[in-house]
């Protein structure tokens, strides 16, 4: 949201994100192997992670409340989507996310991903926490 829609940069670069969190990683996440995933699992500062997540509510919260309605039909400027591919923030074999949000409407990005991904995951996350008790 912060690069798509309010044209700012992803909070965990700024303020000294990274090292809080513990990761190297800038790009969304989109396109990682299982092992990428392992490692970052492993050193991911979770109590970090937790506070992150909750500035990123804070801070979603904020771009919603600022968008003008009739902003909400227009699609995302192009120049912002070669921002993010530029600035590293999807992985050049991610790219395809890229174009999903290129044809979205603002509206539509607030739907996807800024609250039902969410819910996608939620499932995965039940189901990982099953194998993990069991």
Partial sequence: M????????QLFVIDGGLEKLGIEWIHTGNAMSTDEISKLSELINLLSL???RLE???????IISQIMPEKLTKQVDPARIQH??????????????LDYWSKRTI??????PATRHNLIHLNEAE???SAIIN
């Fill in 127 to 129: 189901r990982i926490k």
């Fill in 56 to 62: 990123v509510g804070r801070r979603t919260v904020e």
């Fill in 50 to 52: 937790r506070d992150y």
């Fill in 84 to 97: 993010i591919a530029d600035s590293g923030a999807v992985r050049a074999d991610a790219f395809g996310i």
């Fill in 107 to 112: 509206a539509g990005l607030l739907l996807m």
């Fill in 2 to 9: 912060s690069m798509l829609v309010a044209g700012k940069p």
